[in-house]
């Protein structure tokens, strides 16, 4: 079979569905390629998928006898103001598809030396403005070992929803400790879950940078924060913590995240939730914190002058 591919929003960040479904197409025999619209080729299947929903889809005619769309661009929904997940509208790999090792030749330049992959799935969590729960399940369970998707690259980026949420995350973290790479959990750790086991363990890790989140104002973070930070001695380089603005929190609010953040030797990291709609205060805290030449020098928010970043 000719098996053609379009990554529709793609930029920066390979896409790990087409990676496996390409391994699983070439490992039957199938020939697999990028469709390129102006060659107009026929394909027998033809696979499309789109990561975010405010993209726009892919506006060229398709010359295939079935075309397969997947992915979060395809299936979220927003609904009152909450993420909603349409499985009519998704794919699900074929399970031999879902557990390939992935075809990091479709993407050289950005999988040089670099491995991508899920260890666990899943969230307990529920989020309002997180697809994962409905998604996935409001449950964080393992769906690989790290061989499934690494064999020896210096680097590892996890796309884990929330790993120290799953049962087996212990077991997993020595896989990673013992992998000797360097691991970026792109996703975020979730500090509640990280006790003394966690820390013992994170510390055994290479990591670049640990990115964790502060998203509720209403959750107390500001001990466990601290405990990590005298567990690690990790300087604020390395310790990115995202804030979510926008949603469900006052501008008051928003400043006291940032400001025990920093205190407390992280480096805050302002998200916007519906940026388009967002008071100019929260757009102006997003330029202050996140421009770091700016936010080194100017200790206050109501020093900031815009005209700075
Ligand atoms: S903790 Fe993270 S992954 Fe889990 S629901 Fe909230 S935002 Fe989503």
Redesign the pocket.
Known sequence: MKIGLIDVDGHNFPNLPLMKLSAYHKQKGDSVEWVIPIENSHYDIVYMSKVFSFTPDFQHFVNADEIIKGGSGYCIDVVDGKEVYNAARDLNLPPDAEHAYPDYGLYPELTKDTAYGFLTRG?????G?????AKEG?R?YKVANLSEFWNGQKYIKLLD??LL?CDEHIELLYQLIDSRAYVDFT??L?IRLIGKREKELLKQIKVKILHF?W?NPADDLKGKFADFKKATQYSSRKLSVYV?TNYDSTHEQDLYRVYTLRDLGYDPYVMIYDKENAPRITRLLQRWVNNKRVFKTVLRFEDFDPKMA
Request: aromatic fraction near 4%; hydrophobic fraction near 30%; charge should be neutral.
């Open positions: 969230c307990p969590r529920g989020c403005f997180c697809h994962v729960a409001r964080s929803p929330n949420a996703q975020g979730d989140a998203d979510l």
